[in-house]
């Protein structure tokens, strides 16, 4: 892959993703390979099937997910990524927004479509520590530790 087919395919993942909904899960195959690998601090999956239901699982529990691309370094090889992420949770407090700020590492395969994805981003901070059970502990795990 030419560094202009990695630019390329990098646009396509961004724009996809900025335009994100729900219907969209089925079009999934417009940006991964049929094997594509997927990880993120929740799932490590392979294959196309598996990412549809990880990103429906995603809507069913979240209203309004969106992704905005802060910054990204694009090389022959694949892409990094970073973003914020914001969303309500539909049992927790939806109408209270949340946002989650992380990374991907992409790799492409010779189509331009998402062969490897893995996302960075810390669930204890920003996600657990912002939920009402769970967040006292974790911000008291959180001071003491640190």
Not at 54 to 82: N, S
Not at 128 to 135: E, K, T
């Amino acid at each position: 892959m030419t560094l202009d087919d990695a630019r390329a395919a990098t646009a396509r993942v961004r724009a996809f993703y900025e335009a994100f909904a729900a219907a969209d899960v089925d079009r999934l195959d417009a940006v991964y390979a049929a094997d594509a690998y997927f990880r993120d601090p929740f799932n490590e999956v392979r294959g196309l099937p598996e990412i549809r239901r990880i990103f429906a699982q995603m809507f069913e529990h979240l209203d309004g997910p969106r992704f905005t691309f802060l910054d990204e370094a694009v090389d022959e090889r694949g892409a990094f990524l970073t973003w914020d992420m914001t969303f309500r949770i539909r049992r927790l407090a939806p109408h209270e927004t949340r946002r989650i700020h992380g990374a991907t590492h992409l790799r492409f395969a010779p189509d331009g479509r998402i062969a490897y994805h893995r996302d960075y981003w810390d669930a204890a901070d920003e996600l657990y520590a912002q939920l009402p059970l769970i967040g006292p502990v974790m911000r008291w795990l959180k001071r003491r530790l640190g």
